[in-house]
């Protein structure tokens, strides 16, 4: 009986230690990264590339110990070159807000669901030895994505963000419009950063 008082206080403590980690009122400050390169051909007449970037910083409070309410900046590049030659360029800017909801599994490591809603600008840019366009786009989009939160000190921590479910909205004054629905767990696309307790 008083091993299982002992051991039943012991995890008490541990989950009390591992949800003050998150403590209602606290600020962070933090931002994730992901760059992606591939390659393809044999030689440089008939090679495709692509280069893609993404980072977001982000500021959140937390509303209680498990959920957080925040605001990010969404900027991406992504470039590609055709094995014709032809360059394709797009930029995205998006504002947005989220909300963040942390689930402790270990002391220190948490399992986080962040829903996202977001609005920006894009701009697409096509060129060639003959040919250049450029279109701007207004961008709509809101997501769900799974992520990993671990405490490195009690102030200072890193995360991994897997994606999930996205849906975004593209249009412009033109009447032209398109829609993209993901579904996306490739680790390629994962991003990773820091975070810190203010």
């Not at 949800?19 to 008939?46: D, I, R, V």
């Not at 994606?163 to 032209?176: L, Q, R, V």
Request: glycine residues 8%.
């Amino acid at each position: 009986m008083k091993k299982l008082f002992v051991s039943l206080f012991a995890f008490i403590v541990m989950q009390s230690a591992a949800n003050a980690q998150f403590t209602k009122g606290s600020t962070f400050l933090g931002g994730s990264f992901n760059f992606t390169s591939q390659k393809q051909g044999g030689n440089s007449s008939s090679s495709a590339s692509s280069t893609s970037i993404y980072l977001t910083p982000e500021l959140s409070y937390m509303l209680n110990n498990n959920t957080a309410l925040g605001v990010g900046l969404s900027l991406s590049n992504n470039y590609q070159k055709s094995s014709s030659g032809t360059k394709y360029t797009t930029n995205i800017i998006s504002p947005s807000l989220f909300i963040q909801n942390y689930y402790p599994l270990a002391q220190k490591l948490y399992l986080s669901l962040k829903s996202e809603v977001g609005f920006g600008w894009a701009t697409s840019k096509t060129e060639n030895s003959s040919y250049s366009s450029k279109d701007e786009y207004n961008v709509l989009g809101c997501s769900i994505s799974p992520e990993l939160d671990y405490f490195i000190t009690s102030k200072v921590g890193m995360k991994a963000n897997f994606n999930g479910f996205s849906f975004a909205h593209y249009y412009n004054d033109e009447n032209y419009y398109s829609n993209k629905v993901q579904f996306d767990l490739n680790p390629s696309n994962w991003s990773f950063g820091f975070f810190v307790k203010l």
